[in-house]
């Protein structure tokens, strides 16, 4: 399939001072590459690099090194394509003040080159699909957050972009705004095909919704991969708890594949896993031949967040691994 | 839309209209006779149109860098030109409508005939105007992208800065050296004595619209080249980014 998006060897840095110059080196050396119809996920901490990178991508930064192709252009020398092509939306949405969300989705059709009835057409559909009809007549510094982020969502999509760039979509929201504006996206995507790269530093909004996920720490990817991918690769396994009465078989235990480490104390046994669906039921199995009366049963699975810190724990060793 | 309409009506016409007529009131005042009123008439209503046109092309980018809405604009697919181009023209027009206010205020208050050059030299002299407001107003554009916040001062003061040099309420010849020779190179300076000399009143300048034109055109070519050039780096420094956070 073709790239929608790739960089080879970014390299970004940020001066300040005027007398002594001091150097702020955010991104190095990044490699990436976004297949089409792709969500692709930029995992970090706040000051990874994470806006830069999407902000270089979107043609509104330039690289001090690197190449770069968006849809088979040149950043360079095409620009402008590029540009017909994208869209961003930000978390910390801003728009003009004064301007109510109608007005605001209009006066960014006409800089897409949006008129007459095919704009006002464009407009109605996204008031409609992100549930703004209610504010359509409402100035911009009068939304909840959650409604400019619907706003900054509505006008990404003004022009059917075929990438499309979102910077921490949910930041700052409540959890059920966010989990709207996950599905949304969700849904937009699956709709329209486009290929979304999406920086966040937030975890399940991940895991939820990207088909692959990059982990960036200190301008740096750490990792590409899927979230099971990265699971199985960190090895960290599964937790399974199991609090129970009689008397377990430790050795036994201990031998049964899969089981990477155990604790049993007060009648509970903590079990760490390789794959914790694929022997909950053989465990259950043995525990209950050897007579152990099972009071409760729970899997944790591993999170990425886990992953992550695993990886940045370890990001001064070789585990840039790249799928 | 339309009580908002009133608001930016009023916005537009408020100031121009105040300083017209304590302008005006004041030449009444000081009991001047009607060449030196027309004088200063010409100069008032010029600075007038001025400001209305060249802050609509400032806005290009004021309202973005005031919302913080800058890096929607420049990831749009519009080239910053046909941005400029637009504010300009929106600006043009506005100050039309103040200059027109302006002159029927000139004549009915004032008794002082704006039309007597004819039509040719009004275009031309309005022209003029239009032009040093682009050229003023893409200067606060450079500004704003060189210096982000701090550069929005300049909207204001660059116009009255011109006032104070190219002549707005007094010949330039009174002014202490080396302004006179200052004030030869802005556009402004020649677009007035143009028009002020249908009513008797010489500078002393040869080809003054030749030379308004030239220096504006010079100008105006000049900075094309330096709006591209604070454009780049403003995307290698991140200004853009800054100025949208």
Known sequence: MASAIKAEGIYKSFYSGWLKRREKQVLKGIHLEVERGEIFGILGPNGAGKTTLLSILSTLLLPDQGRIEILGMDPRKEAHQIREKVNLSSGNANFLWSMTVEENLHFYGMLYGLAGHRRKKKVEELISLLGLEEHRGVSFDRLSTGMKQRLALAKSLLNEPSVLFLDEPTVGLDPSVSVWIRQQIQMIQKEKGMTILLTTHNMREAEFLCHRIAFLKEGKILTVGDSDSLKKMIRMGDMIKIEFEGKLFEDELGRMEGVINYSITDGLCEMIVDEGERRLGPLITKLSQDGVQIKKVTLGQTDLEEVFLEFAKSSDSDTGLYL | ?245
């Open chain 2, 1 to 245: 839309m339309t009580k908002r309409n009133i608001f930016s009506l009023f916005e537009i016409l408020f100031w121009p209209v105040v300083g017209f007529f304590s302008v005006g009131l004041l030449t009444t005042f000081l009991e001047l006779d009607p060449n030196r009123t027309g004088f200063i008439l010409i100069g008032i209503i010029s600075m007038s149109a001025i400001q209305v046109c060249q802050i609509d092309v400032a806005e290009a980018l004021l309202y973005d860098l005031w919302a913080k809405s800058m890096k929607h604009t420049f990831i749009a697919p519009i080239h910053p030109y046909q941005l400029l181009l637009g504010s300009w023209l929106i600006g043009v027009i506005r100050s039309l409508v103040v200059f027109l206010l302006l002159s029927l205020f000139s004549l009915f208050v004032f008794d002082f005939d704006f039309l007597r050059p004819g039509l040719l030299p009004i275009s031309l002299f309005l022209l003029g105007l239009f032009f040093t407001s682009a050229f003023v107003g893409m200067t606060v554009c450079i500004l704003v992208l060189l210096f982000g916040y701090k550069a929005e001062v300049a909207a204001w003061s660059l116009s009255s800065l011109m006032a104070l040099v190219c002549g707005i309420y007094y010949p330039i010849s009174i002014l202490p050296t080396p302004l006179p020779e200052i004030a030869r190179w802005i556009p402004l300076t020649h677009f007035l004595a143009y028009f002020r000399s249908f009513y008797g009143f010489e500078e002393g300048f040869r080809n003054l619209l030749q030379w308004g034109f030239g220096l504006t055109g010079f100008y105006l070519t000049l900075e094309v080249a330096l709006f591209r050039m604070v454009l780049h780096r403003a995307k290698r420094t991140g200004m853009i980014l800054k100025l949208s956070e």
